[in-house]
């Protein structure tokens, strides 16, 4: 499995749409690895985590074929992660000799409505022909293609069942981890119940080198807590990777910066355009 890290920013981007600050200023100056988009990952080269409003930034980048993309998971409503609009322009006339005929959206109930709503304005027939739009729920297992996918309660806000999800293929495991909070031990003693061995871990990491505790998000020390319950709960393997993403500006951290604390704790920073093979 390829795991293609496309958008590695928390909600306002870095540098943010707004912001002076020094972080969003020597992002500018410096660019490269310290410009970070809003996250999106792209699992092979037909499975999409998230659909911010950066995603056809990320087709001009790398080049992809949104077309062949054949499933959506979202994990949430927030505007960073579910920006929708762009599945209006799917069908005919905006689109022709689409890779793949249908293209399968799995979210929460609160996404799944938002998506209808804010795309029904202006979906035409054609494209609404070529999408499925499917609610899932915490802790329900589905299959999409050969994919087997678990999606699991994230601990990040009230008001919407926020997902994580572990995706199987090929006798591979990677879970995602963003947005989320600490989990409770419920989800881990699922996970061990289901006798699940985790290659890959993608973590909520928005507040850099901070230590969070209890909160909707978490920073490299939160992950080094969690990646220690996860060894406990015998759900990760010896050399499982870790990698943390979805960094706010307000870490102050280029990607120089991350890369060498992060390298202490054990863990590979995301940027833009990384991708992880297991
Ligand atoms: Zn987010
Ligand atoms: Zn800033
Ligand atoms: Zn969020």
């Known amino acids: 499995m390829k795991i293609g890290f ?8 870095i540098p943010a749409v707004f912001c002076n600050c ?6 500018r100056r410096l660019g490269g690895k310290n410009v970070r988009t809003r996250s999106q990952i792209l699992v092979n080269d037909d499975l999409l985590i998230d659909f911010p409003p950066d995603a056809y930034a990320h087709v001009l980048k790398y080049g992809i074929d949104f077309s062949a993309v054949k499933y959506v998971l979202f994990t949430h409503s927030h505007p960073d992660h579910c920006h929708p609009f762009e ?8 689109s022709h000799n689409a890779t793949e005929p249908i293209l399968k959206i799995y979210g929460n109930e609160t996404v799944t ?24 729920s915490p802790y329900q297992t589905f299959s999409a293609g ?5 999606a699991l309660p994230a601990a990040h806000t009230k008001g919407e069942d926020c997902l994580i999800y572990l995706i199987k ?18 989800v881990y003693e699922f996970l061990a119940r289901r006798n699940e061995k985790i290659d890959l871990v993608s973590f909520d990491c928005t507040h850099g080198f901070a230590r969070v505790g209890t909160g909707r998000h978490m920073g490299a020390l939160d992950n080094a807590s969690e990646r220690e319950r996860m060894q406990k709960f015998g759900i990760v393997r010896d050399n499982t990777k870790y990698v943390i993403t979805h960094f706010s500006h307000n870490c102050h951290s280029t990607h120089a910066d991350l890369t060498e604390k992060a390298a202490a704790l054990g863990f590979i920073p995301a940027h833009d355009g990384l991708i992880i093979e297991i």
Not at 87 to 94: A, E, L, M, N, Q
């Open 6 to 13: 496309l958008g590695t920013a928390a909600a306002e981007g």
């Open 22 to 27: 020094e972080t969003c200023d020597l992002s």
């Open 87 to 94: 599945f209006i322009y799917r069908g005919k006339p905006y």
């Open 113 to 136: 409505a938002l998506v209808q709503k804010l795309i029904s304005h202006e979906l035409k027939d054609d494209a609404k022909q070529t999408m499925n739009i499917c609610a899932v």
């Open 146 to 150: 050969d994919y087997e996918i678990t």
């Open 169 to 186: 293929q090929d006798g591979k495991t990677y879970l995602q981890f963003n947005d989320s909070g600490i989990l409770p031990d419920s």
